[in-house]
């Protein structure tokens, strides 16, 4: 069972309510099992490690669980304290709804991470047989006890499982159909984008032609000038569609980050009102990236933060190098994202602004994982939006 930080969709309701009801009435789970539960954990909580170290013992002898895990053995030290944590609040409690929600969360991080349902089924086996042991031991000689703490375990571990498996199911129900989407959606779009390159070229040699026959007259050139410019934002919208759907080679080399940003820093367009400010920038070591698609991934960001802050605020592009990687932080003070679509943020056709299409963070996520890395959206500390862009060190 991997129990990880979940940049899952935002909680909409304790969708578990009536799961956890039913079943706690069906198992009988009650005051004398939270007692007993309580029992246990006294003697327990100095074996959790040990418990841990097994549990993860068992995970990477196999390895189609072994590779579910990021990074395979480098991550297992923390997610063997994430287990322990999760073992200590097993039998402490308290068992409320904050609980019960912290359950359903782990659901969804297994969807996420693409773990089998088998898996968190034999994890769970592996954690009841522990557990176990450590009650046997405990309450050896007071077989009355032991029965009570024993059946107390079962019950509590049925329950979470049960919670478990409701938020995966549904969570990969939801991830299935979002696939669909997007799998129509790719379609579409690559044949929408195909047909309108044709005359969107047209125009722009019709526009070339015109532009030597209507001599001299200033307003006309002005119009030639305004069309050309929106045939541009069109060819760039296609453009978008298109590479969305299409994996793009990367063409890497050594890229020096404060170079680009501070390029990219002098190119973006903003209202005297909103400061752009670049941290942490001093002595990075270059990057192995695509540089143009690196450069348009930063672009989007920063572009919707600067829409966000307008027309005053605070743009700030943060730079956090260590051994596992780099990570590049793009926060304003601007209003945050609606929770109610934070779920889909990175989906085509997703957007919170009224003249936006949704394209701009679809693009981010896809440049992204191109690099092997990842993108996620948090509170900003104080109010606002961030954006963490974590690209993996390569060799």
């Known amino acids: 069972m991997r129990v990880d930080r979940a940049d899952e969709p935002p909680y909409q309701g304790w969708v578990?309510?009536?799961?956890?009801?039913?079943?706690?009435?069906?198992?009988?789970?009650?005051?004398?099992?939270?007692?007993?539960?309580?029992?246990?954990?006294?003697a327990a909580r100095p074996r959790f490690e040990e418990v841990a170290t097994r549990f993860y013992e068992r995970i990477l002898a196999h390895p189609k669980a072994r590779s579910v895990l990021e990074g395979g053995e480098s991550r297992v030290g923390h997610l063997r304290v994430t287990l322990v944590a999760w073992m200590d609040r097993l039998l402490a409690g308290p068992w409320d709804e904050e609980y019960w929600k912290s359950r359903e969360r782990i659901g969804r991080v297994h969807v996420r991470v693409g773990l089998p349902q088998h898996y968190m089924l034999g994890g769970m086996n592996v954690i009841r047989s522990e557990l176990e042991l450590v009650a046997q031991d405990r309450f050896l000689r007071d077989p009355d006890r032991l029965q009570v703490v024993r059946a107390a375990l079962h019950k509590i571990l049925d329950l979470e499982l049960a919670v478990m498996l409701h938020t995966?199911?549904?969570?990969?129900?939801?991830?299935?159909?979002?696939?669909?989407?997007?799998?129509?959606?790719?379609?579409?779009?690559?044949?929408?984008?195909?047909?309108?390159r044709n005359p969107l070229a047209v125009i722009t040699s019709s526009l070339y032609i015109l532009g030597k026959r209507v001599g001299d007259d200033p307003q006309v050139h002005k119009h030639l000038e305004r069309i050309s410019d929106q045939v541009a934002v069109a060819n760039g919208i296609v453009l978008d569609l298109l590479d969305i759907?299409?994996?793009?080679?990367?063409?890497?080399?050594?890229?020096?980050?404060?170079?680009?940003?501070?390029?990219?820093?002098?190119?973006?367009?903003?209202?005297?009102?909103?400061t752009l400010v670049l941290d942490g920038l001093e002595g990075l070591p270059p990057i192995d990236c695509d540089p143009g698609q690196l450069r348009q991934l930063l672009t989007n960001l920063v572009e919707n933060a600067v829409q966000a802050t307008t027309p005053r605020g605070e743009v700030r592009v943060r730079v956090l190098c260590g051994e596992e990687g780099t990570s590049i932080q793009v926060e304003d003070n601007g209003p945050g994202v609606d929770p109610a679509i934070r779920h889909r943020l990175f989906e085509p056709l997703i957007t919170t602004r009224a003249s936006g299409i949704g394209l701009g963070l679809a693009l981010v996520k896809r440049i992204a994982e191109r690099h092997g890395g990842s993108v996620l959206y948090s509170d900003r500390p104080g109010g606002g939006a961030r954006f963490t862009v974590h690209l993996p060190a390569r060799p």
């Open 245 to 274: 759907i299409h994996d793009r080679p990367l063409v890497r080399e050594p890229v020096r980050l404060p170079s680009l940003l501070e390029g990219l820093a002098s190119s973006i367009q903003r209202p005297a009102g909103v």
């Open 16 to 42: 578990a309510e009536s799961i956890v009801e039913e079943l706690t009435r069906y198992v009988q789970f009650g005051e004398r099992d939270e007692e007993a539960l309580r029992a246990l954990h006294a």
């Open 168 to 196: 995966y199911r549904d969570d990969l129900l939801a991830q299935q159909a979002r696939t669909e989407r997007l799998a129509t959606y790719g379609q579409l779009v690559g044949s929408i984008g195909h047909e309108l």
